[in-house]
C-alpha cells in the first residue's frame, strides 16, 4: 500500500568506503524525504526531494528523486565514523502533515 | 531552533498502572505526533493532533489515548499499560513542509 521500501536493512562499511541506501514505493510519490537517527538519538530530518529527477548534495551525502518518482537514493562519499546511523526515507501518509517512515538501513562505519 | 521537550527519557512502570507521556514544543506549530519505535518495525504512527483539542488515530492506536489541550502540548496516555508497550515512543512537531522535528524520546519499560 503506502509503504515504502528501503534496501539493505543493515550495511557494514569501512571507513572511507561508499555507501549507497535504496529507497522504492509502489506508486508514485508527492516528494521524498530523508532523516538520519544516531544511536541512542531521536530522527533529524536531512532533505526533501520533490521535483522528478532531482539531485541534491549535502557535502559528501547525495540524495536522488527518481525520473517516476517512486524511488530514492541516498549516497555517502567516504564514509566517517560519523556518519553511524539509521537513514530513513519517508513519505508523505496523507493529510495533515502525517509521515510514513520506511523501516531505514542501519549503517556501521568499521575506523 | 525548535525544540520539542518530552518530559522523560526513561520511565518504568508496572502493568496496568496509568502512564502519562508529556511532549511540549515551542514553536506554535500546528500538528504534533505520536510514534512508537522497535527494533525491526521501525517508526509507526500511533495518533496525531493538529489542532488543540483535534486527534486522529494513527496506524497503532489501540491502547492508547492522548490529549491536547493546549498548542504547545500533546500527550500520550497508556490507559493500563501492558508489556507490549515497553517501547521508545517519540514525539514529533511540524508546521506546513512536511518536516517533522522530534524530541529525544521516553523509553518506556512495562515490567
Known amino acids: 500500500g503506502q509503504q515504502v521500501m528501503q534496501i539493505p536493512q543493515y550495511q557494514h562499511v569501512q571507513e572511507g568506503e561508499d555507501f549507497t541506501t535504496y529507497c522504492n514505493s509502489s506508486t508514485t510519490l508527492s516528494n521524498i524525504q530523508w532523516y538520519k537517527q544516531r544511536p541512542g538519538g531521536h530522527p533529524v530530518f536531512l532533505i526533501q526531494l520533490v521535483k522528478s529527477g532531482e539531485v541534491k548534495k549535502q557535502k559528501r551525502l547525495t540524495f536522488q528523486f527518481g525520473e517516476a518518482k517512486k524511488n530514492s537514493s541516498l549516497h555517502i562519499t567516504a564514509t566517517q565514523t560519523t556518519d553511524v546511523g539509521t537513514y530513513f526515507c519517508?513519505?508523505?501518509?496523507?493529510?495533515?502533515?502525517?509521515?510514513?517512515f520506511g523501516k531505514g538501513t542501519k549503517l556501521s562505519v568499521k575506523p | 531552533d525548535v525544540k520539542v521537550t518530552q518530559s522523560s527519557r526513561y520511565l518504568v512502570k508496572r502493568t496496568g498502572e496509568k502512564v502519562f507521556l508529556e511532549c511540549v514544543q515551542d514553536m506554535d506549530h500546528e500538528n504534533m505526533f505520536w510514534y512508537r519505535q522497535d527494533p525491526g518495525l521501525g517508526l509507526r504512527l500511533i495518533y496525531f493532533s493538529y489542532d488543540v483539542k483535534m486527534k486522529e488515530k494513527g496506524d497503532i492506536p489501540e491502547g492508547y489515548s492522548v490529549s491536547r489541550e493546549k498548542k504547545e502540548r500533546f500527550s500520550l496516555i497508556l490507559e493500563s499499560a501492558s508489556t507490549n508497550q515497553t517501547s521508545m515512543y517519540l514525539c514529533?512537531?511540524?508546521?506546513?513542509?512536511?518536516?517533522?522535528?522530534f524530541g529525544a524520546g521516553t523509553r518506556l519499560s512495562v515490567l
Open positions: 514529533a512537531s511540524e508546521q506546513g513542509g512536511n518536516i517533522q522535528y
Open positions: 519517508v513519505r508523505n501518509g496523507g493529510s495533515q502533515g502525517n509521515l510514513i
